[in-house]
């Protein structure tokens, strides 16, 4: 059985999203929540890296989902989400470190 943010990510990633229709935005906001869900639901404790890394991707997915006619700030409650996955991405790879610096301040 697929979880219901798997069922929507199914059911929206085919559609086309124009850059600036409002109504396109409903959609952005699902998949962004879909992906960032997704990415940061499991626990973390002694998760090797390439599991790591593919809920990255996820979360990376969801920030890159911000339509040009969305509030900038938009993606701020997704932020503080990325900063703690990077932190422990650097923790076990240090080529993560400057990732999670650049993270962590957008959190300020």
Known sequence: MRSPATASM?????????????EHDVIRHTLRSCYFRLG???ERNGM?????EADLAL???AL????PAEDPNVLDPFR?????????????QPSYKTAY??????LV
């Open 101 to 106: 610096r650049r993270a962590a301040a957008l």
């Open 64 to 67: 890159a989902l911000a339509g």
């Open 10 to 22: 199914a059911r929206l990633e085919p559609e086309t999203l124009w850059c600036y229709l409002p």
């Open 48 to 52: 090797p890296l390439a599991e790591l």
């Open 80 to 92: 503080e989400g990325h900063a703690a996955l990077l932190a422990i991405l650097a923790a076990q």
């Open 59 to 61: 979360v990376d997915k």
């Open 40 to 42: 940061t639901m499991r």
